[in-house]
C-alpha cells in the first residue's frame, strides 16, 4: 500500500543525527516513520489545522523529537540544514499541489548540498483507455436523449480543457489499456528544476488491444530510489488517488492503428491550464 511503500523508503533511508523536514506533515504520519530511526530534529511543517490532530498523535506515543511548524514552507527556515526533506505534496496530476514550487524552495534554502527529497524522482505515462460502462461520461456533442440530438455543439471537440475535459476515477473505473503507456516525461528534484519541464508533449501510440478510447489515463511512478517505486497505475497497483482521464471523443479502434495525441499545459501546478488533443 502507500503507506506500506512510504514507511519502507523513509526507514530505509533515514539515519540516526540526520536532520528531517517534512513537508506538509498533515496527520503527521510520515514525521513519525521517520522518528523511528532516532534522527537528531524533525520539522514537521503544516500550515493547516490538521497540525492539532498530528500533534496529539506525537504525544499520545510519545514521540520526542519531533518539532511541529504551523506555518507556510515559504516562512520556514533553520539555522542548520537539513539532510532530507520528506513529503506527500502529490496531486492527482502530480504537480497540481504545488508540489515543484514548495520544493524547490525549501531545497534552495534549507536543504544540505548533499541532501536528498524522498521522494524526488517521478514518471509521467500516457496511455488510451476504455472505462467500465458505469463510469463513461458523453461528452454534450455526444448525447441523443430520446431523439434529442446535441451534435450542433460538435465545433468544441477539437479544444478540449480540463473544465470539461478532465474526470477523476476511482482505479476500478478503467477496463483496459489499448496500448502500450507512453512515458512523457522524468523529473529528477536532484538535477532538474521546474523551467526543465517542457510545456507540449506529442505522443503516437500503436493500439494492440481493439476497443472504444474514452479517453487518455494520466498516471505516474514516483521513484524514492532504484527498489522502491509506488506507481498509480491503475491496472497494476492498488492506489489511494484518483485516476485523472483526459477526454477524448469516443471512438472504437482497430488492432494496429496508431493515435497521435498532444498535451500542453501552461502550467503544470494549474489544472486548469492543461488543454489536449487526438491529432490524427
Avoid at 496530476?93 to 517521478?122: A, T
Avoid at 502500450?180 to 522524468?186: A, K, V
Wanted: aromatic share 12%; proline share 3%.
Amino acid at each position: 500500500s502507500r503507506m506500506d511503500t512510504y514507511h519502507k523508503a523513509i526507514t530505509k533511508h533515514i539515519k540516526k543525527n540526520d536532520i528531517v523536514i517534512d513537508l506538509g506533515t498533515g496527520t503527521g504520519i510520515l514525521s513519525f516513520f521517520a522518528s523511528q530511526k532516532s534522527p537528531k530534529k524533525i520539522y514537521a511543517i503544516e500550515h493547516g489545522k490538521i497540525i492539532e490532530t498530528a500533534k496529539k498523535v506525537c504525544e499520545h506515543n510519545g514521540i520526542k523529537n519531533i518539532e511541529f511548524v504551523n506555518s507556510n514552507s515559504r516562512n520556514f527556515s533553520i539555522n542548520e540544514k537539513a539532510d532530507y526533506i520528506i513529503h506527500e505534496q502529490i496531486g492527482a496530476l502530480l504537480f497540481d499541489e504545488h508540489m515543484l514550487e514548495n520544493l524547490s524552495d525549501l531545497k534552495q534554502r534549507v536543504l544540505k548540498k548533499d541532501g536528498k527529497i524522498l521522494p524526488g524522482k517521478f514518471e509521467v505515462f500516457l496511455v488510451p483507455v476504455k472505462l467500465k460502462d458505469n463510469s463513461k461520461v458523453p461528452f454534450l456533442w455526444e448525447q441523443n436523449i430520446h431523439g434529442v440530438n446535441y451534435d450542433c455543439f460538435d465545433v468544441h471537440k477539437n479544444n478540449i480543457d480540463a473544465a470539461y475535459g478532465l474526470l477523476k476515477v476511482r482505479p476500478e473505473a478503467v477496463d483496459y489499456f489499448l496500448s502500450e503507456p507512453e512515458r512523457i516525461l522524468y523529473y529528477d528534484m536532484d538535477t532538474m528544476t521546474a523551467g526543465d519541464l517542457k510545456n507540449n508533449y506529442d505522443i503516437k501510440v500503436k493500439i494492440n488491444r481493439a476497443g472504444i478510447a474514452d479517453g487518455f489515463c494520466f498516471y505516474f511512478n514516483i521513484i524514492f530510489d532504484e527498489e522502491i517505486i509506488l506507481s498509480t497505475n491503475p491496472i497494476t497497483s492498488v492506489t489511494h488517488w484518483n485516476i485523472p482521464i483526459l477526454r477524448t471523443e469516443n471512438k472504437f479502434y482497430r488492432e494496429g492503428e496508431e493515435i497521435k495525441f498532444n498535451l500542453c499545459w501552461n502550467d503544470p501546478s494549474d489544472q486548469d491550464s492543461y488543454k489536449w488533443k487526438i491529432i490524427n
